[in-house]
């Protein structure tokens, strides 16, 4: 079976530059959820969706991240403009039924903003 | 925000033997599930263990184990025969109908 499926693997960008991640969750997999990962601040929880309606942004950093789920295969993280200090790695992640269940990971997005 | 509390940044353990990795979780939900991911150098997230709160007895996954105390909020982690392998990142988790919030991460290195 195909886990969570995140593209770009690697990015670098300039600054000031649009960056959009795109992730594809675990067929028949109901909640999905986009973290970011730093040295400094560990494994953040930015977004979460469940049935493809965002249930909580409180993590996301603010206006410059946009996050949307238009169907149940696919989502996008946006960031517009891009700054250097969104350097991290992006997790996708997707369970079946909520956060109280196992989330399984994609592989990540290692984004570099220079 | 309700969180998770790992407070042993870095261990090392000598391979074959046995270490514990400490958690402690702030929750305010009567149902909940903890977890424990293994995330080694090449960044992948990889579920080791699962526990749901409801459930006294301690979960088990072949050479690891939890000791569970929900009175005390405690959640730790035992590896035994510890083997090169499992040298990663260890994160603990708190997962409840709401969200699902991580621990900073243990470093673990288990040295020949």
């Known amino acids: 079976d195909a886990g969570v499926i995140q593209s770009p693997r690697h990015e670098v960008t300039e600054m000031g530059q649009e960056v959009t991640l795109r992730c594809k969750p675990i067929s028949g997999h109901n909640s999905l959820f986009w973290y970011r990962q730093t040295m400094m601040r560990g494994l953040e929880l930015l977004i979460y969706f469940n049935n493809n309606v965002p249930i909580d942004d409180s993590g996301m950093p603010e206006d410059r991240f946009s996050a949307k789920m238009p169907n149940a295969s696919f989502s996008t993280l946006k960031i517009q403009p891009s700054e250097p200090r969104d350097s991290a790695v992006y997790f996708c992640?997707?369970?079946?039924?909520?956060?109280?269940?196992?989330?399984?990971f994609g592989e990540g997005s290692w984004l570099t903003v220079v | 925000a309700q969180t998770v509390t790992q407070s042993q940044p870095e261990m090392s353990v000598q391979e074959a033997e046995t270490v514990t990795l400490s958690c402690t979780y702030d929750?305010?939900?009567?149902?909940?599930?903890l977890f424990w991911y293994k995330q080694p150098p090449s960044r992948q997230m990889i579920l080791v263990i699962r526990q749901e709160a409801y459930k006294q007895q301690n979960a088990t996954e072949n050479r690891f184990s939890v000791n569970f105390q929900k009175a005390a909020k405690s959640f730790s982690l035992k590896i035994s025969d510890s083997q090169l392998g499992d040298t990663a990142m260890y994160f603990c988790a708190r997962g409840n109908n709401n969200d699902m919030r991580f621990g900073a991460g243990t470093r673990l290195t288990v040295k020949p």
């Open positions: 929750t305010s939900e009567s149902n909940y599930y």
């Open positions: 992640a997707s369970s079946l039924g909520g956060p109280g269940n196992t989330i399984y």
